[in-house]
């Protein structure tokens, strides 16, 4: 803003170095021109820069590779022991433990929607449903076979934390119950990767738990007060 503030409140009056008020405005005027041209292709140009995230995306779609988008629930509580457990269910089409989760490719556009699917997923109303993003560096990329696709998949694995408000069932808070069809558990990351088809077909989201336990386990509060269990 300096030169457009020097160009309206300069004196043009009178002859400066060899040149006139009139030339001396015109230079001012031009230069100014200049500099705002300038910060405005800086500012296009920085909006319009790619990001990693965008490079990578547009890699795997030139490679031909499946891309899937997948939010990953964290559903958490510390047990007496003082081990953080995982709400985890049992997939058959996968032969292993994972972690709630739903598929972003399949038109989830808005955190309503997710929360939607969360709710159906372990049977909890929506309006006591809260998700809170982790930092964008919690954010998992990785290819592995999937089962699904019967091929080598990419896969951008993002996170979010639940908080459960209200009063839990004891059904809930339970070791394990079953809901839509599925069995679900409340297990340690260290039993998830104890598991073999578990260690094998999901290690990469287990490790990447362990590896960032701090950020997506220990530091945000657990996902339900204990107290709130109902008799």
Not at 51 to 70: F, N, P, Q, W
Not at 137 to 146: E, G, H, P, W
Request: glycine share 6%; net charge neutral; with cysteine.
């Amino acid at each position: 803003m300096g030169l457009p503030l020097t160009t309206a409140s300069y004196s043009y009056d009178g002859k400066k170095l060899f040149l006139e008020g009139s030339q001396w405005q015109a230079i001012t005027g031009a230069l100014t021109l200049l500099a705002l041209f300038q910060t405005v292709r800086v500012a296009y140009a920085n909006r319009r820069a790619p990001s990693i995230d965008d490079l990578m995306d547009e890699l795997a779609g030139e490679a031909g590779a499946v891309l899937e988008r997948r939010a990953i629930f964290i559903v958490k509580r510390r047990n007496i022991d003082g081990a953080y457990r995982v709400l985890s269910y049992w997939q058959p089409a996968w032969d292993c433990f994972l972690l709630p989760n739903i598929n972003l490719n399949e038109g989830i556009p808005s955190s309503v929607a997710m929360v939607r699917g969360l709710s159906s997923i372990i049977g909890i109303p929506e309006e006591r449903l809260t998700l809170s993003p982790y930092p964008e560096q919690s954010v998992l990329r990785s290819s592995k076979y999937s089962p699904t696709y019967r091929r080598e998949t990419s896969y951008k694995f993002e996170f979010y934390h639940v908080a459960v408000s209200g009063s839990i069932s004891s059904t809930f808070a339970g070791s394990s119950f079953s809901h839509g069809g599925f069995d679900y558990s409340w297990l340690t990351v260290a039993e998830l990767r104890a598991h073999p088809t578990t260690r094998e077909r999901n290690g990469d989201v287990l490790k990447h738990l362990n590896e960032q336990k701090w950020t997506l386990l220990e530091s945000p509060p657990d996902s339900y007060d204990p107290g709130s269990v109902a008799p």
